[in-house]
């Protein structure tokens, strides 16, 4: 059964960093995708970034420039999937609970990858805080 564990998050000025992991567990697929959400008190759920096989990324232009999304490409083979995103120049905007989800679709294929919806395998959460 997959499990999909986040860590990473924190309290952080204006300004500063932090680099967000997932691993997935019993996650080994030719064809997968891995997306980042965050959903802020009171607001929907939005997507940040995407990544997947074919070596697929994808950043939503709010974050585009500051946030970066990778893999651990030394899990291939071995059961589990690690993402990371380092998030740098964050702004209280950014303040929120950061999710990570998982599909064995490509990221290309079915319904947009940024929709909740399409995924069923989901982390707990890590919650970022950034002061102004």
């Known amino acids: 059964q997959v499990r999909v564990v986040e860590s990473g998050g924190g309290s952080v000025q204006s300004g500063g960093s932090l680099r967000l992991s997932c691993v997935a567990s019993a996650f080994d697929f030719p064809k997968y995708c891995m997306v980042w959400f965050r959903q802020a008190p009171g607001k929907e759920r939005e997507a940040v970034a995407a990544i997947g096989n074919e070596d697929y990324t994808r950043v939503v232009p709010k974050v585009n420039g500051r946030f970066t999304i990778s893999q651990d490409n030394a899990d291939q083979g071995n059961a589990k999937a690690t993402m990371y995103l380092q998030m740098n120049s964050l702004q209280p905007e950014d303040t929120a609970m950061y999710y990570c989800?998982?599909?064995?679709?490509?990221?290309?294929?079915?319904?947009?990858?940024?929709?909740?919806?399409?995924?069923?395998?989901w982390g707990q959460g890590t919650q970022v805080t950034v002061s102004s």
């Open positions: 989800a998982a599909d064995t679709k490509a990221c290309y294929s079915g319904f947009f990858w940024g929709l909740p919806s399409r995924y069923s395998m």
